[in-house]
């Protein structure tokens, strides 16, 4: 890669260069992603341990909190050691790691959501046929379908930006090597890299999107026509935490980065880039696990309380 030649190292200036300041966000980082493990872990560990919870919905669940511990995984912990140690340095190897795993896990991310959206639409629109469209084998082949699609995204991504020269400087104005920042320092001509790698990141979340949408459409009308309305409350229960997971990520990472870069820093890209990287993993579990009772049931047998 050619900007290997240029830059060794990147200077990430998100936060204060205040002591106390720095301090401070190493604690809030470190409670955050405590709170973002232990809510992850418990799920995953209910899940896997009670077969009362061995179908396809919590499959794609544990899944979806093996990605979370893993998103929240790749940024934080080098923030709270830089914050700790009073530096700001990262690596070159460091940052395209960073990188890759991040949109990794991000793509793999978006399309484990628009598989269970399908799972929640022949849950709920075809209950009939769940059992056969949805087996076991079946759902192994669509998550590792999802994650296979988050290594492709990844490799085309991280590839397109590290082919670039750096020599506008080091000085990312983000806590992590967050793409679009670090193509304020290319000096080569990357708008045609931006516009194929746009493009093609449009292409792949609106079809899942419109994936997404379509399934929620019918998944709502089949909800209206279900006459008790005890069933529909059930059949909404199940639907809304994916509803409110997707429109979330979808917000925020497309805000984050299809919006124009600006050329000075930015309060509002520190913003986003905390809330999709550091809030949303730990928004899933309470989300998805601590209004469900299903799980609240097995955490209890699980645990041993009453």
């Known amino acids: 890669m050619s900007s290997r030649t240029t830059v060794t190292e990147f ?20 409670l955050i992603y405590l709170a973002a493990l232990v809510g992850n872990l418990l799920t995953f560990m209910v ?11 919590y499959f794609f669940l544990m899944n979806l909190s093996v990605l979370d511990l893993g998103s929240i995984s790749v940024n ?7 914050s700790f140690i009073n530096t700001k340095s990262m690596s070159y190897a460091g940052c395209v790691a960073q990188d890759f795993f991040l949109l990794f896990l ?50 085309l991504h991280t590839g397109n930006t590290f082919a670039l020269t750096f020599c506008g400087g080091n000085m990312v104005d983000q806590f ?12 080569s001509d990357s708008y ?26 019918q998944i709502f009308k089949s909800v209206l026509r279900i006459p008790s309305e005890q069933g529909q409350h ?15 990520f979808v917000f925020i990472s497309s805000f984050a980065y299809l919006k124009p870069t600006s050329s000075s ?30 799980i609240k049931v097995a955490l209890r047998r699980l645990t041993g309380c009453r």
């Open 11 to 30: 200077l990430l200036l998100g936060f204060s260069e205040i002591r106390k300041l720095q301090i401070l966000h190493f604690v809030v980082f470190l």
């Open 47 to 57: 899940i896997v341990f009670d077969h009362h919870l061995h179908i396809p919905m």
């Open 76 to 82: 934080v912990p080098k923030s709270m050691a830089n």
């Open 106 to 155: 991000l793509g793999a991310y978006f399309s484990l959501l628009t598989i269970m959206a399908c799972d929640r639409y022949v849950a709920i629109c075809q209950p009939l046929h769940y059992e056969t469209i949805m087996n076991s084998r079946g759902c192994v082949q669509m998550a590792a379908g999802a994650w296979i699609s988050g290594i492709l995204y990844s490799v």
């Open 176 to 187: 992590f090597c967050e793409i679009p920042q670090l193509l304020k320092l290319t000096c």
């Open 192 to 217: 045609l890299t931006e516009v194929r790698v746009i493009a093609f990141s449009i292409c792949l979340f609106l079809g899942c999107f419109i994936f997404i949408t379509m399934s929620y459409v």
């Open 234 to 248: 059930k059949a909404f229960s199940t639907w809304l935490p994916h509803l409110i997971v997707v429109s979330l």
């Open 265 to 294: 820093p930015s309060a509002l890209d520190l913003v986003m880039a905390v809330l999709y990287s550091v809030l949303l993993p730990i928004m899933n579990p309470i989300i998805y696990s601590m209004r469900n009772k299903e």
